[in-house]
């Protein structure tokens, strides 16, 4: 081997044990290696090196500007808003005399994109135009300059348009044809090759400047080719008679039933939410018209051959929409009870549209007299309660051989049965006659789009038609079930209730006055919206005292008579995550157990919780004393305004644990916000709703940011002894 030989296989040798190094140190969890060391260089101050940077660039030199961002690009360890103050600390640097040059610089640079071109100067001509009059006589020099160097960059641009960046050149020379003809002859000189959305966009700008003929005979044109097909191949397909509607009721109840049986609950959510909005304008003829619409299973305007419109769900929330419509708005709705109580009427309305409409008509105001045998029919089981003791109800196989999808029914049959007391077989039986009793055709579920979803969860968001399907007829099905079967109570069940109405509760998402969980949504306290970090310092966060974020929080400095957060867990504005829970405990000896207490490691983990019943949790561990404290154990409960769809854990109403109501002898008003004192003081307030936690990760896998109850309590209680 020559001496060029060994020189090779050295730099080779050294080459290969660097990445060596550097590959073993990425999965070490020890010290790095020397190689990984000295490979890292140190972070740059961004400030200095902007600084040191515009001290030996020149602003009139498009290599000097392409230099000084070539050395931006080489740093990695820089933060991305360095280039961006390096154009506006050059542009506040810039000489009087070299102002038109550094124009003509950043329309050369070749780092310099073209709608980055196009911005800077602008930046430029608006910060310099009162103090550098001649700028402005040049405009139209430094736009043709950078057509010139970098044209054909403006239908290259990845995240712009050519129309946006045509208007941009023209205000800034206020000549568009100045800018168009620069355009038009770019194309022409460097034969660019256009795509369609282009040549349209720049069809769109030129019609500015061409005469009112030569438009329409341009559009005709484009009309009389295959583009006359565009709407019906991109659309719905052909025009219908069916989109000709004359009448604008018509319109809008069409537009409104149709969005709700949407896939999307959110969807039907917020349009049945806004249906008090129609009392508020004074359109109860419409809501007359809508609820004329109920078994309306399709809107041939807005039919598409992909989707089928899920009308069992439009008829479900309407009608809860009208019974939070009537809470709110009471007799103003008293036009639509002729058609409510025929709707109550109807065999083929199953029982929980029977319930909304008991809530409507009762919110409405009718008399008791009037909605008796309603009441009766939705409140009270026909055939009474049967106690069982255990045994299985004999097997009886299904006659009608109709198949569900497999977790229907695995859970969702089996469920009803037991309401019932009577076989699967015969649960399927009188789901698949509501089935057929609609579509006489159906043998089984695939005679419906969509798929079974294995493990779906109650709480998705979306729902395919199929499903929504199985949920209204195993609704009508029980409907029918009950008239003729007594509702089944195992003989340990001490629960007073009507079983029947705890399985019904599983499909109900609404409070039994027809409220929605949003309405019961107060304001967040202001504490809440404190930013808990001080003033950044470059790249550093700096921290605000101690005493000051007490202060902020309410904790410290307040008067005797105000109320100080007890229990909390939310995050502020600037990203921080705060958690506040107190307890309660007898004063004597109190002072010296707490300075022992803060000393052991796991002190944020100590205090024992309860349940959503308020009695202590029997497997928590031993605390060095017994306070009393609470923390809300979540349940479904409905749709909530945060959440913006149906979902378990939503959040619970605050009921406090039994032994503080007790020890304090606190009564709770009737929404559980806020406690007095048996001498009528107020002693506590809950002043916000929320979710479990502080993110919660729906079926979908979305991440929603939730919040925490918030309970605030008096310093002192009137209960001697005891402190908040």
Same mark, same amino acid.
């Given at each position: 081997?020559?001496?060029?030989?060994?020189?090779?296989?050295?730099?080779?040798?050294?080459?290969?044990?660097?990445?060596? +190094?550097? /590959?073993?140190?990425?999965?070490?969890?020890?010290?790095?290696?020397?190689?990984?060391?000295?490979?890292?260089?140190?972070?740059?101050?961004?400030?200095?090196?902007?600084?040191?940077?515009?001290?030996?660039?020149?602003?009139?030199?498009?290599?000097?500007?392409?230099?000084?961002?070539?050395?931006?690009?080489?740093?990695?360890?820089?933060?991305?808003?360095?280039?961006?103050?390096?154009?506006?600390? #050059?542009?506040?640097?810039?000489? &009087?005399?070299?102002?038109?040059? $550094?124009?003509?610089?950043?329309?050369?640079?070749?780092?310099?994109? *073209?709608?980055?071109? #196009?911005?800077?100067?602008?930046?430029?001509?608006?910060?310099?135009?009162? =103090?550098?009059?001649?700028?402005?006589?040049?405009?139209?020099?430094?736009?043709?300059?950078?057509?010139?160097?970098?044209?054909?960059?403006?239908?290259?641009?990845?995240?712009?348009?050519?129309?946006?960046?045509?208007?941009?050149?023209?205000?800034?020379?206020?000549?568009?044809?100045?800018?168009?003809? $620069?355009?038009?002859?770019?194309?022409?000189?460097?034969?660019?090759?256009?795509?369609?959305?282009?040549?349209?966009?720049?069809?769109?700008?030129?019609? +500015?400047?061409?005469?009112?003929?030569?438009?329409?005979?341009?559009?005709?044109?484009?009309?009389?080719?295959?583009?006359?097909?565009?709407?019906?191949?991109?659309?719905?397909?052909?025009?219908?008679?069916?989109?000709?509607?004359?009448?604008?009721?018509?319109?809008?109840?069409? #537009?409104?039933?149709?969005?709700?049986?949407?896939?999307?609950?959110?969807?039907?959510?917020?349009?049945?939410?806004?249906?008090?909005?129609?009392?508020?304008?004074?359109?109860?003829?419409?809501?007359?018209?809508?609820?004329?619409?109920?078994?309306?299973?399709?809107?041939?305007?807005?039919?598409?051959?992909?989707?089928?419109?899920?009308?069992?769900?439009?008829?479900?929330?309407?009608?809860?929409?009208?019974?939070?419509?009537?809470?709110?708005?009471?007799?103003?709705?008293?036009?639509?009870?002729?058609?409510?109580?025929?709707?109550?009427?109807?065999?083929?309305?199953?029982?929980?549209?029977?319930?909304?409409?008991?809530?409507?008509?009762?919110?409405?105001?009718?008399?008791?007299?009037?909605?008796?045998?309603?009441?009766?029919?939705?409140?009270?089981?026909?055939?009474?309660?049967?106690?069982?003791?255990?045994?299985?109800?004999?097997?009886?196989?299904?006659?009608?051989?109709?198949?569900?999808?497999?977790?229907?029914?695995?859970?969702?049959?089996?469920?009803?049965?037991?309401?019932? !007391?009577? =076989?699967?077989?015969?649960?399927?039986?009188?789901?698949?006659?509501?089935?057929?009793?609609?579509?006489?055709?159906?043998?089984?579920?695939?005679?419906?789009?969509?798929?079974?979803?294995?493990?779906?969860?109650?709480?998705?968001?979306?729902?395919?038609?199929?499903? !929504?399907?199985?949920? !209204?007829?195993?609704?009508?099905?029980?409907?029918?079930?009950?008239?003729?079967?007594?509702?089944?109570?195992?003989? /340990?069940?001490?629960?007073?209730?009507?079983?029947?109405?705890?399985?019904?509760?599983?499909?109900?998402?609404?409070?039994?006055?027809?409220?929605?969980?949003?309405?019961?949504?107060?304001?967040?306290?202001?504490?809440?919206?404190?930013?808990?970090?001080?003033?950044?310092?470059?790249?550093?966060?700096?921290?605000?005292?101690?005493?000051?974020? *007490?202060?902020?929080?309410?904790?410290?400095?307040?008067?005797?008579?105000?109320?100080?957060?007890?229990?909390?867990?939310?995050?502020?504005?600037?990203?921080?995550?705060?958690?506040?829970?107190?307890?309660?405990?007898?004063?004597?000896?109190?002072?010296?157990?707490?300075?022992?207490?803060?000393?052991?490691?796991?002190?944020?983990?100590?205090?024992?919780?309860?349940? !959503?019943?308020?009695?202590?949790?029997? &497997?928590?561990?031993? =605390?060095?004393?017994?306070?009393?404290?609470?923390?809300?154990?979540? /349940?479904?409960?409905?749709?909530?305004?945060?959440?913006?769809?149906?979902?378990?854990?939503?959040?619970?109403?605050?009921?406090?644990?039994?032994?503080?109501?007790?020890?304090?002898?606190?009564?709770?008003?009737?929404? *559980?916000?806020?406690?007095?004192?048996? +001498?009528?003081?107020?002693?506590?307030?809950?002043?916000?709703?929320?979710?479990?936690?502080?993110?919660?990760?729906?079926?979908?896998?979305?991440?929603?940011?939730?919040?925490?109850?918030?309970?605030?309590?008096?310093?002192?209680?009137?209960?001697?002894?005891?402190?908040?």
């Amino acid at each position: 081997m020559g001496d060029g030989d060994v020189s090779t296989a050295k730099q080779l040798l050294e080459e290969a044990e660097r990445k060596r +190094h550097e /590959y073993n140190s990425r999965s070490s969890s020890g010290p790095s290696s020397p190689a990984s060391i000295e490979s890292k260089k140190k972070e740059q101050d961004p400030d200095a090196f902007v600084k040191a940077l515009i001290s030996k660039c020149d602003p009139g030199s498009a290599a000097s500007i392409d230099e000084a961002l070539n050395e931006i690009d080489a740093v990695k360890s820089l933060p991305f808003y360095v280039r961006r103050d390096f154009f506006s600390t #050059i542009r506040a640097a810039c000489p &009087y005399a070299k102002r038109l040059d $550094h124009l003509l610089a950043l329309a050369e640079a070749n780092n310099v994109s *073209f709608d980055q071109a #196009i911005d800077h100067i602008q930046d430029c001509v608006s910060e310099w135009s009162g =103090s550098s009059a001649y700028i402005a006589a040049e405009q139209k020099n430094v736009v043709s300059h950078l057509f010139k160097s970098k044209g054909s960059e403006l239908f290259s641009i990845s995240y712009g348009s050519v129309s946006r960046e045509i208007k941009q050149l023209s205000d800034l020379c206020g000549d568009e044809s100045f800018v168009l003809n $620069h355009v038009l002859d770019t194309i022409s000189t460097e034969r660019l090759e256009l795509n369609g959305e282009q040549w349209l966009q720049l069809a769109t700008v030129l019609s +500015h400047q061409t005469s009112h003929s030569a438009s329409r005979d341009a559009l005709e044109n484009f009309l009389s080719g295959p583009a006359a097909g565009l709407a019906d191949q991109i659309g719905e397909g052909a025009y219908k008679p069916d989109f000709k509607i004359s009448d604008e009721r018509e319109l809008l109840v069409g #537009i409104i039933w149709h969005l709700l049986g949407d896939d999307d609950a959110y969807i039907k959510w917020s349009i049945a939410r806004a249906l008090p909005l129609f009392v508020s304008l004074g359109l109860i003829d419409d809501l007359n018209a809508l609820l004329a619409q109920f078994d309306r299973r399709e809107v041939p305007a807005l039919k598409t051959e992909s989707y089928n419109l899920s009308f069992q769900n439009s008829q479900q929330w309407l009608l809860m929409g009208l019974a939070r419509a009537a809470l709110i708005h009471g007799a103003k709705l008293a036009p639509l009870k002729p058609r409510l109580f025929q709707l109550a009427a109807r065999n083929d309305v199953h029982i929980l549209n029977k319930r909304h409409i008991l809530r409507c008509l009762r919110n409405i105001g009718c008399e008791a007299a009037d909605i008796a045998n309603l009441a009766q029919e939705v409140e009270v089981d026909p055939k009474g309660i049967a106690v069982v003791k255990g045994s299985w109800p004999k097997h009886v196989p299904a006659k009608s051989g109709f198949s569900f999808d497999y977790e229907f029914n695995k859970s969702e049959i089996s469920h009803l049965a037991r309401v019932f !007391h009577i =076989s699967d077989g015969q649960c399927v039986d009188a789901i698949a006659h509501e089935i057929q009793r609609i579509w006489p055709s159906a043998t089984n579920m695939d005679a419906f789009p969509g798929h079974d979803r294995y493990r779906k969860e109650r709480t998705d968001r979306y729902e395919y038609y199929r499903e !929504h399907v199985q949920k !209204h007829a195993l609704l009508s099905a029980a409907t029918t079930l009950r008239q003729s079967h007594p509702v089944a109570r195992q003989s /340990y069940d001490e629960d007073p209730a009507s079983p029947f109405e705890l399985w019904l509760n599983d499909y109900d998402v609404t409070f039994k006055d027809g409220s929605w969980l949003s309405d019961h949504k107060d304001q967040e306290p202001e504490v809440c919206g404190r930013s808990l970090l001080g003033p950044r310092v470059k790249n550093v966060e700096s921290l605000i005292p101690t005493p000051v974020i *007490f202060e902020s929080l309410g904790i410290l400095n307040i008067a005797e008579s105000a109320m100080l957060p007890i229990y909390g867990q939310w995050k502020s504005p600037d990203g921080v995550y705060v958690r506040i829970e107190t307890a309660l405990g007898k004063p004597r000896g109190i002072v010296g157990l707490c300075q022992k207490f803060v000393r052991r490691a796991d002190h944020d983990l100590w205090l024992p919780l309860f349940l !959503h019943d308020g009695f202590d949790d029997p &497997y928590r561990q031993a =605390s060095p004393f017994e306070p009393v404290v609470w923390v809300l154990e979540n /349940y479904s409960i409905g749709v909530d305004s945060r959440e913006k769809i149906a979902t378990d854990g939503v959040a619970s109403r605050p009921r406090l644990g039994v032994k503080l109501l007790k020890a304090f002898g606190l009564i709770p008003d009737k929404d *559980f916000r806020e406690w007095i004192t048996s +001498h009528n003081e107020l002693a506590m307030r809950s002043q916000v709703w929320g979710g479990d936690g502080y993110l919660t990760r729906t079926t979908t896998g979305a991440v929603i940011e939730t919040k925490m109850v918030r309970f605030y309590g008096r310093r002192k209680t009137g209960w001697t002894g005891h402190y908040l």
